[in-house]
């Protein structure tokens, strides 16, 4: 496989394209998944939309087992053999059929596990959709290695809509939570056909251990660690699920969707576009570390304002997008948001330890995390949903400076030079956070509408936000504009 052209040239012609296509893919899906669960709210109850979140819970967590890290190892390589590719297919496909195969056949006792026995038809009925996923692999790795990112994006946009147009139509029709299921098949078939399309590989019946072998050892430790960091991640839902009311558990989910899909679409377009660039410049320590902290800083000046934002207006955003009956949604979001920007922080520090190959430390990791979260969640859960949102908050507050810590350590920078490229469009998006939400405050007493008081809070947001900068980060944000400008 000809690695001449992407590996060698325009890297950071690549990184630029790359990230704006995501960026702009996923900035749309995002709106497009923003509209569906506003429109799905009309139609599904709060307990409807709960069973989901453990069936997407399940879904989530089997997908870490779909390759079994053997996608992000062929990623990681320097060299790719048609071998190689093909034994990592095969594997991929057996690995997805025994997946489809065990839940199918355990239905019954996962729904057990969650105390909800209406999930185990739900269960049976989205066994099949992780043969799909597992098939997406390979040429979701040949894509990455050769950052062909606008046609990831392209694929990923067009799945959104068709599994939003399936989904709305269906809980329309009375589909219930069919209806959510029936949006992951869709989402994933399309996928599936549109990365095949673009990669324009076929597999061929060829198939070696020995091959595989040296993926594996990077793979099972990537796999293992998504696995522990996937359970850590998401313990909130499975645990509120079983210990609160599913009413409980479609809140947070709702609150979550909301703050994941803007949060999702610019750490996602970045992690995409990092993990392959930097593994391919793993052996040059110095680029990768400003990289890393241009990277860090550029993340910050967008997601620091989207997040406040979404805080300070948590309320008229909800009363609109979910009407009435998810007024407890906006208590959680506000929560949620702060945690979600703490949290990209980690995303990208994820991106970085994957590429220079540290998985036995992200394994480790994991395992921290997961015994941190499960645990104290655990606890929390007894004091209702909103400790279990705080507690997961705190949690996060105090694993991310830790993960950064040893980051530092591994790129040979100091430790300080990590906040000193956060503190700045953190501290003009607070100040912007608190003027918004004291308007808001302010037209919520005088009975003004939601749409009015989200029309008011935008535009003073966007402005107040924008002479911060100019302030406290015009220099750095200068010299960002112009770099993004000469790619």
């Given at each position: 496989m000809s690695e001449e052209t992407p590996r060698k040239t325009g890297l950071a012609r690549a990184a630029a394209l790359g990230s704006g296509a995501a960026a702009l893919s996923r900035g749309l899906r995002a709106l497009i998944g923003i509209g569906t669960i506003s429109l799905l709210s009309r139609f599904l109850s709060p307990t409807e939309f709960g069973l989901f979140a453990l069936i997407f819970f399940l879904i989530n967590f089997?997908?870490?087992?779909?390759?079994?890290?053997?996608?992000?190892?062929?990623?990681?390589?320097k060299d790719v053999s048609d071998l190689e590719l093909n034994s990592v297919f095969w594997a991929s496909v057996a690995i997805g059929v025994v997946a489809a195969i065990a839940v199918f056949g355990l239905a019954e006792p996962i729904a057990r596990l969650f105390d909800e026995p209406k999930?185990?038809?739900?269960?049976?009925a989205i066994a099949p959709v992780f043969l799909l996923i597992a098939a997406q692999g390979v040429p979701n790795s040949i894509l990455e290695r050769e950052f062909k990112f606008q046609r990831l994006a392209t694929a990923e946009l067009i799945a959104g809509l068709v599994g939003a147009v399936v989904a709305v139509g269906l809980a329309a029709s009375g589909a219930s939570v069919f209806a959510l299921l029936a949006q992951?098949?869709?989402?994933?078939?399309?996928?599936?056909?549109?990365?095949?399309?673009?990669?324009?590989?076929?597999?061929?019946?060829?198939?070696?251990?020995?091959?595989?072998?040296?993926?594996?050892?990077?793979?099972?430790?990537?796999?293992?660690?998504?696995?522990?960091?996937?359970?850590?991640?998401y313990a909130d839902r499975p645990i509120v699920g079983k210990k609160l009311a599913a009413a409980d558990l479609g809140y947070l989910t709702l609150a979550q969707q909301?703050?994941?899909?803007?949060?999702?679409?610019?750490?996602?377009?970045?992690?995409?576009?990092?993990?392959?660039?930097?593994?391919?410049?793993?052996?040059e320590p110095e680029r990768v570390a400003n990289g890393y902290?241009?990277?860090?800083?550029?993340?910050?000046?967008?997601?620091?304002?989207?997040?406040?934002?979404?805080w300070a207006l948590a309320t008229p955003i909800t009363d609109i997008l979910l009407g009435p009956k998810w007024e407890a949604v906006a208590q959680v979001l506000g929560v949620l948001t702060l945690a979600a920007l703490i949290g990209t922080v980690g995303d990208l520090n994820g991106a970085i330890f994957s590429a220079r190959g540290e998985a036995?430390?992200?394994?480790?990791?994991?395992?921290?995390?997961?015994?941190?979260?499960?645990?104290?969640?655990?606890?929390?859960?007894?004091?209702?949903?909103?400790?279990?949102v705080w507690t997961k908050a705190a949690?996060?507050?105090?694993?991310?400076?830790?993960?950064?810590?040893?980051?530092?350590?591994?790129?040979?920078?100091?430790?300080?030079?990590?906040?000193?490229?956060?503190?700045?469009?953190?501290?003009?998006?607070?100040?912007?956070?608190?003027?918004?939400?004291?308007?808001?405050?302010?037209?919520?007493?005088?009975?003004?509408?939601?749409?009015?008081?989200?029309?008011?809070?935008?535009?003073l947001g966007v402005l107040v936000y924008g002479a911060l900068i100019a302030v406290v980060d015009r220099d750095k944000s200068l010299a960002l504009v112009r770099k993004v400008r000469r790619k």
């Open positions: 089997i997908q870490v087992f779909a390759d079994f890290g053997l996608r992000v190892a062929l990623v990681q390589r999930l185990t038809p739900y269960v049976q992951q098949y869709a989402i994933s078939f399309v996928i599936f056909a549109f990365y095949f399309a673009s990669a324009r590989w076929r597999p061929s019946f060829r198939f070696s251990y020995e091959a595989l072998k040296p993926l594996l050892g990077y793979g099972s430790y990537v796999t293992l660690a998504g696995a522990v960091g996937f359970i850590s991640g909301i703050i994941i899909s803007p949060q999702r679409t610019i750490t996602q377009a970045i992690r995409r576009t990092t993990f392959p660039i930097m593994a391919a410049i793993q052996s902290l241009t990277t860090l800083h550029a993340t910050f000046l967008v997601m620091a304002p989207v997040t406040f934002g979404i036995r430390f992200q394994f480790r990791w994991s395992l921290f995390c997961a015994a941190m979260n499960i645990s104290t969640l655990w606890l929390a859960a007894n004091h209702g949903l909103m400790a279990v949690a996060i507050a105090i694993q991310i400076p830790l993960n950064s810590w040893f980051l530092s350590r591994l790129l040979g920078i100091s430790y300080h030079r990590i906040p000193a490229a956060l503190w700045r469009p953190a501290f003009a998006a607070t100040l912007m956070g608190a003027a918004v939400f004291a308007l808001d405050q302010r037209l919520a007493a005088q009975g003004a509408h939601a749409i009015v008081r989200l029309l008011a809070g935008m535009p």
